[in-house]
């Protein structure tokens, strides 16, 4: 069975700390991609990358980075946390125009 | 660019009810337009999907047909269930794009 693994479901920081979210996919897909998930505003795209050590801005990436250092592997930084980046947070794969698979979510509360 | 609007919930039905949602969407080119399901608890998964103009998606009871001249792609379904308790998103992804664009979502409660 496919899986998008999110390595934390549930996460508490405080204000200030950099914070990594990570994600692991096991079926060798190109192309990996960073959600936020806010009530009333659907998902709304952090970061991408379609290749290992490639990374593209996606509408919302302003206080976060990113990192494919292996193509199974796709990590999301909050350098320095803050209250507006509580959120849920969606880490999906796919191949070429195929469909997304989503890992579970990581519900993260800045404090 | 392209965006995505649906209908706003949440939306509570009784068992054996009829469910519509409503999509319409603004894109370039000829874009192709999905439904995704998120049950509580879990991350989204692709319920139905749609490629071209007049084409039909359809699962586990649910339709959807893809109208260009309307830019609509509504989704349905003639019985639904307690199970079918979710929230529905619509999105739709550009032939030359990797990305999708997403709809806000909407919650769907179904009642016994």
């Known amino acids: 069975d496919v899986k998008v693994t999110q390595s934390s479901r549930y996460l508490v920081k405080r204000t200030g700390e950099k914070v990594f979210l990570e994600c692991v996919q096991d079926?060798?897909?190109?192309?990996m991609f960073w959600y936020r998930q806010d009530p009333g505003l659907g998902l709304r795209l952090i970061y991408f990358s379609y290749d290992v050590k490639m990374k593209e801005k996606g509408d919302i990436p302003e206080g976060y980075s990113v990192s494919r250092e292996k193509k199974e592997r796709f990590s999301l930084i909050l350098e320095s946390a803050s209250t507006n980046q509580t959120s849920m947070y969606l880490c999906?794969?796919?191949?070429?125009?195929?469909?997304?698979?989503f890992g579970s979510g990581t519900q993260l509360s800045v404090l | 660019g392209n965006s995505v609007t649906q209908m706003e919930g949440p939306v509570t039905l009784s068992e054996e009810a009829f469910l519509t949602i409503n999509c319409t969407y603004t894109?370039?080119?000829?874009?192709?337009l999905f439904w995704y399901v998120q049950y509580p608890g879990e991350g989204l998964q692709l319920l139905l999907k749609a490629t071209k103009a007049d084409d039909k998606g359809s699962n586990k009871g649910f339709e959807a047909t893809y109208r260009k001249e309307t830019t609509s792609f509504h989704l349905e379904k003639g019985s639904v269930q307690v199970s079918d308790s979710a929230v529905y998103f619509c999105a739709l992804s550009d032939v030359n794009d990797y990305k999708l664009s997403f709809g806000a979502g909407t919650t769907v409660t179904v009642r016994a």
């Open positions: 999906a794969s796919k191949e070429g125009n195929e469909k997304l698979f």
């Open positions: 079926m060798d897909h190109e192309n």
């Open positions: 894109a370039t080119g000829y874009p192709s």
